[in-house]
């Protein structure tokens, strides 16, 4: 050895060795025969060995090969393999053979928490199925795989993959003995139930207004074919069901797009105060028209949410258009918003927005089915009014995907107030 350098000898064939193993994954993936994400784990989970096997065949075959203290080595190959988990986009955790949590990517943090290693993940995943095929992998060294829910915060499904790594006896209870990866199938579970809801609700709600219509034309071609008083009147209703039936397209394609997109959460910052005044702008002609009147009161230095600018305005755009149609006329919409210290349920800072109208107020026992799709306090004033039964409902999955809250209060002959939790920016929660 000179200067730290191992001479080089006459044999090298160890160095094409790992290859092998190497083609045999990609084979498997390329056959469909193992998930990518799989073969990056097992390769991952052999790099150390890799490492090792190289350093022992350069020493006795004398190849060139830098001699590094062991534990830079040692510390250098475990910095390139967190590199490389952490870019995996499926969240993986690494745990050893009491299912405690020896390391976990960056995905797995950002689905969990910071706080993972050392945990017990069956804590933290608390699934039945996730804990069976953990005992699984533990008991009989096998790949097990199960497809999960998870319900907070909001609905989200996995394709959960548990795969054996190590030998506990040889690595120690320390080392990692099996991965746990976890694929999200969310988007493609809203999508299947999606097309599904779309041809029931559309088929169901359209029936009435297209027959409606298929009806009137009828009755022009025959019986009031020369009757221009009956042409007129009957064309007035067809524009009208036309309408309607356009509303409730949009509104059916504002709410599938809406709950695709429910599971991930917004990013954006946004000042609540600028959101509430452009629809107050927006909606004051109709308010004049029912000579109302809207009094906006938010409280001065209102932290900015975490959300989609958008959408909010079109929560509030719902909001305060129902607060005007099933309002008394004549009276005062009030719009109030104030600084949350402990939001409901998640226990963090945020802010609060109330829509109050005066009028004749739902009895209790509408409130808690005010968001379903389609249903209505009064069916008959509903669409006599414009709406579709989806408002509240497309408001209700916004809310959710901003991760907030929506209650309803409401006195019959008194009136209703809608309030919208929303949680402050993270920056703005540290008081950065």
């Known amino acids: 050895m000179v200067d730290g350098v191992v001479k080089q000898g006459s044999t090298g064939w160890w160095k094409a060795a790992p290859a092998l193993p190497a083609a045999v994954l990609l084979g498997l993936v390329a056959t469909n025969g193992l998930h990518a994400a799989h073969a990056v784990i097992i390769a991952v989970a052999c790099a150390p060995a890799v490492y090792l096997y190289w350093e022992a065949m350069a020493r006795r075959d004398g190849a060139s090969l830098k001699a590094v203290p062991e534990a830079q080595a040692s510390s250098a190959a475990l910095s390139y393999a967190q590199s490389v988990i952490d870019v995996i986009p499926d969240a993986l955790v690494l745990l050893d053979g009491n299912r405690r949590v020896v390391e976990a990517n960056t995905a797995a943090r950002e689905l969990f928490g910071v706080r993972l290693v050392g945990r017990d993940f069956s804590q933290v995943l608390r699934h039945p199925s996730a804990v069976e095929a953990m005992d699984q992998v533990l008991a009989s060294s096998t790949v097990s795989r199960e497809e999960i829910t998870l319900l907070s915060p909001?609905?989200?499904?996995?394709?959960?993959?548990?795969?054996?790594?190590?030998?506990?006896?040889?690595?120690?209870?320390?080392?990692?003995?099996?991965?746990?990866?976890?694929?999200?199938?969310?988007?493609?579970?809203?999508?299947?139930?999606?097309?599904?809801?779309?041809?029931?609700?559309?088929?169901?709600?359209?029936?009435?207004?297209?027959?409606?219509?298929?009806?009137?034309?009828?009755?022009?071609?025959?019986?009031?074919?020369?009757?221009?008083?009956?042409?007129?009147?009957?064309?007035?209703?067809?524009?009208?069901?036309?309408?309607?039936?356009?509303?409730?397209?949009?509104?059916?394609?504002?709410?599938?797009?809406?709950?695709?997109?429910?599971?991930?959460?917004?990013?954006?910052?946004?000042?609540?105060?600028?959101?509430?005044?452009?629809?107050?702008?927006?909606?004051?002609?109709?308010?004049?028209?029912?000579?109302?009147?809207?009094?906006?009161?938010?409280?001065?230095?209102?932290?900015?949410?975490?959300?989609?600018?958008?959408?909010?305005?079109?929560?509030?755009?719902?909001?305060?258009?129902?607060?005007?149609?099933?309002?008394?006329?004549?009276?005062?919409?009030?719009?109030?918003?104030?600084?949350?210290?402990?939001?409901?349920?998640?226990?963090?800072?945020?802010?609060?927005?109330?829509?109050?109208?005066?009028?004749?107020?739902?009895?209790?026992?509408?409130?808690?089915?005010?968001?379903?799709?389609?249903?209505?306090?009064?069916?008959?004033?509903?669409?006599?009014?414009?709406?579709?039964?989806?408002g509240l409902a497309i408001v209700k999955h916004i809310v959710n995907r901003h991760r907030g809250r929506m209650l309803f209060e409401s006195e019959l002959g008194v009136g209703t107030t809608v309030t919208v939790y929303l949680p402050a920016r993270a920056e703005e929660q540290s008081g950065k």
């Open 154 to 390: 909001g609905e989200r499904h996995f394709m959960l993959a548990a795969l054996p790594i190590a030998d506990k006896a040889a690595g120690g209870e320390a080392a990692p003995a099996m991965a746990i990866a976890l694929h999200e199938i969310t988007t493609l579970k809203r999508s299947e139930q999606l097309r599904a809801d779309f041809v029931a609700n559309a088929s169901h709600e359209l029936r009435t207004p297209l027959a409606s219509v298929i009806g009137f034309i009828e009755t022009l071609q025959g019986p009031a074919k020369g009757d221009p008083a009956a042409q007129e009147r009957f064309l007035e209703i067809m524009a009208q069901e036309s309408a309607r039936m356009a509303r409730l397209i949009d509104d059916l394609l504002s709410l599938s797009r809406i709950e695709l997109d429910e599971h991930v959460v917004p990013s954006d910052s946004v000042d609540m105060s600028h959101v509430v005044d452009g629809v107050v702008e927006a909606l004051s002609l109709a308010a004049r028209d029912r000579e109302m009147s809207i009094a906006v009161d938010l409280d001065a230095g209102m932290p900015p949410v975490i959300g989609d600018a958008d959408q909010l305005t079109q929560v509030f755009q719902n909001l305060i258009d129902n607060a005007i149609k099933y309002g008394r006329a004549g009276s005062t919409i009030r719009i109030g918003g104030k600084v949350v210290e402990r939001l409901p349920e998640t226990g963090g800072p945020g802010v609060a927005v109330k829509v109050t109208n005066d009028g004749e107020g739902i009895a209790r026992e509408h409130l808690p089915r005010l968001t379903d799709r389609f249903y209505r306090v009064d069916p008959a004033r509903s669409r006599k009014k414009g709406g579709t039964g989806l």
